[in-house]
């Protein structure tokens, strides 16, 4: 099946269900991550840096390919999201001077 075509074929209802729980994954690695940074002594030993950006980088690639079947199915075009995502991008570099 062709990738693009996998946001038809679950249908939006699996798609929505499949994104909340690769958001909720990405929550906990980040989590993780940032009890690492912050020296947190109880984080299992297994996860050392490199674990921890190699899960970071897994769950950040989960949550996009997923969000991008849930704007296909939803159809929202690449326009439309860049144009918002360039909007919110101008505002905070306005923010920041």
Do not use: P, W
Request: charge should be negative.
């Amino acid at each position: 099946m062709n990738y693009k075509d996998q946001a038809l074929h679950f249908g939006t209802d699996n798609r929505l269900n499949q994104l909340m729980e690769e958001c909720g994954e990405l929550i906990s690695t980040a989590a993780r991550y940032r009890r690492h940074l912050r020296g947190d002594r109880t984080l299992n030993e297994k996860y050392t840096e490199r674990r921890l950006k190699a899960d970071m980088t897994e769950e950040i690639a989960d949550v996009t390919l997923v969000a991008s079947d849930v704007r296909r199915a939803l159809g929202i075009s690449e326009e439309e999201l860049y144009k918002i995502i360039n909007e919110k991008m101008k505002r905070t570099e306005e923010l920041n001077g």
